[in-house]
């Protein structure tokens, strides 16, 4: 039975991620209206947000699909622990050969971590480490637990920023705002103006040029270089 290959889906996103830049600088070098460029900018950036939302829940999966024993070790210790813990079933008198498989195929996986197909979804930073000891094994838990809270700001911003465009809530723009403009977020990244800004402000903001770079490209760059951070050798 062939296995998901983790460092397939890193290329898949990296490439698509590369395709997707480049379709909309041509789209908006064509334009010439500042109101529907940002727009266009948004809408970009939506898709980058969603893209590196599925690309992340398609490499968990696969990760734990190629190897599967940290997901049986923590699967098989949960009734353990309920058995002895909440029913007060004497340790002597619980199994612990619940689970008689030591792979899980690909399908099996994705019930497990996504049962309603809507995307496993880590999003702090200490969300990173908690799925890594649940449920990959070796190589694939160290990649994932190496991030450091620095290099995963990039994806926070992307939530946050998806979030302030797309909800327009008060509380989405406020904690966008806030997290944008601390030092410890990338300067490229960072809002250096003084004023709160609405949702037209976050589309100029995507638009606004950081080291002869748009915004937009950059988090197409910076998400890309985080993928690569996933890879296995």
């Not at 465009?165 to 300067?187: G, V, W």
């Amino acid at each position: 039975m062939r296995k998901a290959s983790p460092n397939d889906v890193i290329d898949s996103f990296v490439q698509s991620t590369s395709d997707d830049l480049a379709d909309w600088q041509i789209i908006d070098d064509s334009l010439h209206d500042l109101r529907l460029r940002r727009r266009v900018a948004s809408d970009a950036f939506l898709a980058l947000a969603v893209a590196w939302e599925t690309f992340l829940s398609q490499w968990l999966i696969a990760a734990v699909n190629r190897d599967s024993s940290t997901a049986v070790t923590y699967l098989s210790q949960r009734p353990q622990d309920h058995a002895t813990s909440e029913l007060r079933v004497p340790q002597t008198h619980v199994s612990v050969t619940l689970i008689t498989k030591n792979h899980f195929t690909l399908d099996l996986v994705r019930q497990l971590l996504d049962p309603n197909d809507n995307n496993v979804v880590l999003r702090e930073h200490k969300d990173l480490k908690n799925f890594a000891d649940r449920w990959l094994a070796a190589n694939y838990r160290q990649q994932l637990s190496a991030i450091t809270s620095y290099q995963f700001k990039p994806v926070l911003a992307t939530r946050l920023v998806r979030n302030a465009l797309a909800h327009q809530s008060e509380s989405a723009l406020k904690r966008a705002n806030d997290e944008l403009r601390k030092s410890t977020m990338p300067l490229a990244l960072r809002i250096t103006t003084s004023r709160q800004l609405n949702v037209d402000g976050w589309r100029r903001y995507l638009l606004s040029i950081t080291s002869a770079t748009p915004r937009l490209a950059v988090y197409h760059n910076e998400l890309a270089t985080t993928a690569q951070l996933l890879r296995v050798p």
